[in-house]
């Protein structure tokens, strides 16, 4: 089952010069930055309500941060979407005929397991879902 929004994902070339940007604009503070090693990223997230604002900047050129950030200009990235349990949502959607980059859940930031929906079907946005790791 969906839940809610968990977060907006933002690429940028660099947390340093971007988190006081969004710290300005959003009138609150990151609480905390993160290295995901299988994704290759650093993370920054700021809450904003319920949901989240993460920020992303490559660790590796050849993440797929990095691929977005030399396809496109910094900004929106993916939708993530919190669910209850994960398993049975890649289970649901994969029989909705939904394309999965991830067919079993892994390690993401913020104490989350994740999976990502293909673009090409979801109408070329990029969805993660995330269930929250007890």
């Known amino acids: 089952m969906i839940k809610k929004i968990e ?5 940028v070339k660099s ?8 710290e300005k604009l959003l009138g609150k503070k990151m609480y905390k930055t993160e290295i995901v090693h299988s994704e290759s ?13 993460e920020l992303l900047e490559a660790t590796d050129p050849s993440s797929s941060i990095a691929k977005f950030l ?3 200009r910094e900004g929106f990235h993916h939708l993530a979407i919190d669910v209850e349990n ?8 994969t029989q909705e005929g939904f ?7 892994k390690a993401g930031a913020d104490n989350k397991k994740i999976a990502f929906l293909h673009p090409k079907s979801t109408n ?8 929250e790791l007890v």
């Open 86 to 93: 994960i398993e049975a949502e890649i289970t649901r959607l």
């Open 70 to 72: 030399e396809k496109n």
């Open 124 to 131: 070329g946005m990029l969805i993660e879902l995330c269930e």
């Open 99 to 105: 394309t999965l980059i991830h067919q079993s859940p």
């Open 7 to 11: 977060h907006l994902g933002i690429a």
């Open 41 to 53: 990223v650093k993370t920054a997230f700021i809450e904003l309500g319920e949901s989240k604002i």
């Open 15 to 22: 947390i340093e010069a971007s988190l006081p940007i969004f």
